[in-house]
C-alpha cells in the first residue's frame, strides 16, 4: 500500500523560489508516471507537471514552463520534487502529487495528463504567492 506525502508548502512573494517534495511509503505499486497536480480555489483540478520514472523524461504545462522543475531523487526513496522558481499569484494553489495507476511506455512521451489516470494521491500542499 502505497501512499504519497507531500511537504515544503508555504508563503512566498512573488520572484522568490519554493521547493515542494514528494515522499512515498510502502511498497507494492508499479505505475511508473508521477505527476503534480493543482487546484485553486473554484477551480478543477490541473496538471503541472509529470516525470516518466523509467528514463526520467518531464512534461510541464505551458503555465510554468520554464519556471518550474520536476525531478526525482533516487538516492533518498525516490523523493519527487517541484522547484518552483519566479512564481506568480495565479499559482496559489493546494498541490498535489501522485502516481499512475498503470505503466506507460513508448517513443512519445507517455504519461497521462488525466487526473483519472493516477490512483494514489497526497493530501496536499498549500502554495500562496503574493
Known amino acids: 500500500h502505497v501512499q504519497l506525502v507531500e511537504s515544503g508548502g508555504g508563503s512566498v512573494q512573488a520572484g522568490g523560489s519554493l521547493r515542494l517534495s514528494c515522499v512515498p511509503s510502502?511498497?507494492?505499486?508499479?505505475?511508473?508516471?508521477m505527476a503534480w497536480f493543482r487546484q485553486a480555489p473554484g477551480k478543477e483540478r490541473e496538471e503541472v507537471s509529470s516525470?516518466?520514472?523509467?528514463?526520467?523524461?518531464?512534461?510541464y504545462a505551458d503555465s510554468v514552463k520554464g519556471r518550474f522543475t520536476v525531478s526525482q531523487d533516487n538516492t533518498k526513496s525516490n523523493t519527487l520534487h517541484l522547484q518552483m522558481d519566479g512564481p506568480k499569484p495565479e499559482d496559489t494553489a493546494v498541490y498535489y502529487c501522485?502516481?499512475?495507476?498503470?505503466?506507460?511506455?513508448?517513443?512519445?512521451?507517455?504519461?497521462?495528463?488525466?487526473?483519472?489516470?493516477?490512483?494514489?494521491w497526497g493530501r496536499g500542499t498549500q502554495v500562496t504567492v503574493s
Open positions: 516525470i516518466y520514472l523509467d528514463d526520467g523524461r518531464t512534461y
Open positions: 501522485a502516481r499512475s495507476r498503470n505503466r506507460y511506455g513508448g517513443l512519445r512521451y507517455p504519461c497521462p495528463s488525466a487526473s483519472s489516470a493516477y490512483s494514489v
Open positions: 510502502g511498497i507494492g505499486y508499479s505505475g511508473n508516471c
